[in-house]
């Protein structure tokens, strides 16, 4: 199976509706992992990925599953993948993860509570919609404005700008 990463919009208000997921934005990569997923991410956990003495500072946390067992999960609501994704890492090795989300109308809440928290932000996925690949309005990207990665962001933003 060929997955493309969903690209969430970049908004500026967090829904406050029922329909919405609430997901802390990490730093971090993304990770498509196939058929023997859990001992992949195991093996990424391992001393030969983290290089040492940041071994136990490292965790992974998931957010999503698109295929589980052979079968195309990508069709099926985020409500649904998310307890596919819970039942897969039940039995997960030390420092993987579901990342906790939460639902409804708290995400304006959560969004201020990350900020003053210093974290990057939160993403907003529509609960009811299958996953698709790409930019797509029903996940949303909140960024908080006083994060440094925002600031490095401004920076590279104004360099090109005196370069042109």
Known sequence: MQFQPAI???????????????????????????????????????????HGQHDDEVQLYAFDVLAMDGEDLRRLPLTMRKPHLARLLARRPDGIFAAPFEQGEIGPDLFGAACRMGLEGLVSKHRDRAYRGGRCAHWIEIKNRKHPAMS?????????????
């Open 8 to 50: 969430p919009t970049c908004g500026t208000e967090v829904p406050s509706s029922r329909e919405w997921i609430h997901e802390i934005k990490y730093d971090g990569f993304r990770l498509i992992v196939h058929k023997d997923g859990v001992h992949l991410l195991t093996a990424m956990t391992g001393r030969s990925a983290i």
């Open 152 to 164: 490095r962001v401004m920076d590279a933003f104004e360099l090109r700008e005196h370069c042109r």
